[in-house]
C-alpha cells in the first residue's frame, strides 16, 4: 500500500476528507520521524515497536565487480511486530 491509497482508505473509513486524512498521515509520519530521531524508540501497543538500533562498521562485497569496500556505521530503524500483530497475520 502507497501512501496515497493510505490517505483515501483512511478517508473513506474514517468519513474524513482525503486533506484531512492526508495531514493526519503526514502529522503521524513527521512525529514518528522526530520521536525516533530524539528517544530512539516508538511502541504501539497491538502492533509493534520501532527502534534506532547502531549498525557496526563492516566488510562487505559490491556484487556485480566482487570488489571489496567497507560499509560504515550507521544507524538503522528496526521494526518488531507485537504478538497481536503477528496473530492476525498468521
Do not use: C, W, Y
Not at 30 to 40: A, E, I, P, V
Not at 47 to 61: C, H, I, P
Request: hydrophobic share 40%.
Amino acid at each position: 500500500m502507497t501512501k496515497t491509497e493510505l490517505v483515501e482508505k483512511l478517508a473513506k473509513e474514517q468519513g474524513l476528507t482525503k486533506v484531512m486524512a492526508k495531514e493526519v498521515v503526514e502529522a503521524f509520519l513527521s512525529l514518528t520521524t522526530r520521536t525516533l530521531k530524539k528517544d530512539g524508540r516508538i511502541a504501539l501497543a497491538g502492533f509493534g515497536v520501532f527502534e534506532v538500533v547502531k549498525r557496526a562498521k563492516r566488510k562487505a562485497r559490491n556484487p556485480r565487480t566482487g570488489e571489496p569496500l567497507t560499509v560504515k556505521a550507521h544507524k538503522a530503524v528496526k521494526f518488531r511486530a507485537s504478538k497481536t500483530l503477528k496473530d492476525v497475520i498468521a
